[in-house]
Nanobody, 124 residues
Framework: QVQLVESGGGSVQAGGSLRLTCEYS????????MGWFRQAPGKEREGVAI???????KYADVVKGRFSISLDMDKNTLYLQMTSLKDDDTAMYYC??????????????????WGHGTQVTVSS
């Protein structure tokens, strides 16, 4: 059974940094997509970053150069390092996983497994 547990969210001032953590268990496929998505109040969920089992990563244009996704398979943990945070980054952030390794940022509904989310609040 796949389980994803996010942590690391919090309140931070604009320009600050946070590192989100997604601890996972139960993953049995060698090929996969793992990613971070976010949803702000009144807005649709959007893809932030995806890490694929081939080692590639993809980022939303609005976070390129500021966010970095990484995977530590020894620790069963997916990370999202966020820097230069802006008010618009305020949202609930979710970790997601699916055995389909080719998924892209706009294919959030294709991800079969989700965590419960961690809140990020950025204030100026």
């Amino acid at each position: 059974q796949v389980q994803l547990v996010e942590s690391g969210g919090g309140s931070v001032q604009a320009g600050g940094s946070l590192r989100l953590t997604c601890e996972y268990s139960g993953l049995v496929y060698k090929s996969f997509s793992m990613g971070w998505f976010r949803q702000a109040p009144g807005k649709e969920r959007e893809g932030v970053a995806i890490f694929a089992s081939d080692g590639s990563s993809k980022y939303a244009d609005v976070v390129k150069g500021r966010f970095s996704i990484s995977l530590d398979m020894d620790k069963n943990t997916l990370y999202l390092q966020m820097t230069s945070l802006k008010d618009d980054d305020t949202a609930m952030y979710y970790c997601a996983y699916d055995p389909k390794w080719w998924l892209r940022l706009h294919q959030g509904p294709e991800f079969g497994y989700w965590g419960h989310g961690t809140q990020v609040t950025v204030s100026s």
